[in-house]
Nanobody, 115 residues
Framework: QVQLVESGGGLVQAGESLKLSCVSSRSVFSRDTMGWYRQAPGKQRELVATITNDYRTNYADSVKGRFTMSRDNAKNAVYLQMDRLTPEDTAVYYC?????????WGQGTQVTVSS
């Protein structure tokens, strides 16, 4: 019944930017640690970024300095601003919610970066 819905993916050229959004149906969204993960073809799903309920962020080394995660609890939403994209960023990006007891996943949004 819990739904996480990602949006904002698309096709861009290297060096361009995208902003992903994830909207949660959870009534206690503000308590959750949220994460962005991505999975490229033939590769395992990897953690991109997380943000805690007190707004602390953490990033994978591959995206530090280029990606920024944020949350807006009033909108039950988290965002991933992706700048200076490269073809290596091409993947399906998934939103994750961690309540401390259960985890929830969105359906993913495709990001394709051409060179």
């Amino acid at each position: 019944q819990v739904q996480l819905v990602e949006s904002g993916g698309g096709l861009v050229q290297a060096g361009e930017s995208l902003k992903l959004s994830c909207v949660s149906s959870r009534s206690v969204f503000s308590r959750d640690t949220m994460g962005w993960y991505r999975q490229a073809p033939g590769k395992q799903r990897e953690l991109v970024a997380t943000i805690t309920n007190d707004y602390r962020t953490n990033y994978a080394d591959s995206v530090k300095g280029r990606f920024t995660m944020s949350r807006d609890n009033a909108k039950n939403a988290v965002y991933l601003q992706m700048d200076r994209l490269t073809p290596e960023d091409t993947a399906v990006y998934y939103c994750n919610a961690d309540s401390g007891i259960f985890t929830y996943w969105g359906q993913g949004t495709q990001v394709t970066v051409s060179s």
